[in-house]
């Protein structure tokens, strides 16, 4: 198949751009299976469309609540558990009034809140006032509350698998609410198969298997096979060394995010 959209016929692709089965590639099938884990895990470390930023809501439980407030227990202390696709959290969205006992400004269901008051006077409707005015209101508000109030620190390691919220659990949530987070996902290609059929993918998977070949066969300098033709192992071996650095140059050139930058 010309369009790879699974495991398999991937790694027939990129056995095919290797000669087979005109000529016998001496990999094992589970070197290959390595070989193609191998380039999906250099893909979704550095490959600009292995990723996509997701919104995903946690559930805490009572046993959760319970946790975090046992500061003796450092291993369960203010954390929750996220999938293994989850590879970065960049935010916690602020806690609601049907979230977060007491108020604030962000709260939804107090008639004393700052935001309620000002579309209460103010905004008798949409067409009377402008708009203007109120989003600077709403700007000059947000920026009173993140100065005075602020939001919790989150930390996420992805090797964990956990992300922690330093804040008072057991006085600012309640058992059976959602946490909302801003995160990024890996694309998971046994769901979303056109990840398959990545240009820079299929050359690199192909280019490992090669090396693999290479690395096989290097004890074999210049080796006669049956019917004349002669293999090299070690420039098998070198040739696929060269095309997987320059591979990676053109990942990391071309393909991945430029870093961020940190402002303040």
């Given amino acids: 198949m010309a369009t790879p959209n699974s495991r398999t016929t991937f790694k027939d692709y990129c056995l095919r751009s290797l000669g087979f089965p005109v000529i016998d590639i001496n990999v094992d099938d589970d070197q290959v299976d390595d070989r193609v884990d191998e380039a999906l895990q250099k893909y979704a470390e ?6 996509h930023a997701d ?6 439980t009572a046993d959760q609540l319970a946790n975090s407030g046992n500061a003796a227990n450092a291993n369960s202390f203010g954390w929750i558990p996220l999938p293994e696709n989850v590879v970065g959290v960049s935010r916690m969205f602020p806690m609601t009034g ?3 006992r007491g108020g604030g400004s962000s709260a939804d269901f107090n008639i004393f809140d700052l935001n309620y008051q000002l579309r209460l006077n103010e905004l008798y409707e949409f067409t009377s006032s402008s708009y203007q005015y109120y989003w600077i209101a709403r700007t000059h508000l947000r920026m009173l509350e993140l100065i005075l109030v602020g939001q919790p620190p989150i930390r996420y390691s992805k090797h964990m698998g956990r992300v922690y919220i330093d804040m008072a659990w057991n006085s600012k949530i309640t058992a059976n609410s959602y946490l909302l987070l801003e995160c990024t996902t890996l694309l998971s290609p046994d769901t979303y198969t056109r990840v398959w059929n990545d240009n820079w993918l299929k050359e690199y998977g192909t280019t490992l298997i090669k090396r693999q ?3 096989n066969m290097k004890k074999y300098a210049n080796y006669t096979l049956p019917g004349g033709m002669v293999i090299n192992g070690q420039q098998i071996y070198d040739e696929a060394i060269a095309e997987q650095r320059r591979l ?11 870093p961020q930058f940190l402002i303040g």
Avoid: C, M, N
Avoid at 46 to 51: A, G, I, L, P, W
Avoid at 248 to 258: G, N, S
């Fill in 46 to 51: 550095f490959h600009y469309d292995s990723t």
């Fill in 55 to 60: 919104y995903l809501a946690v559930k805490i």
């Fill in 98 to 100: 049907t979230t977060v």
């Fill in 213 to 215: 070949w290479g690395e």
């Fill in 248 to 258: 990676e140059q053109v990942l990391r050139d071309t393909w991945a995010e430029p």
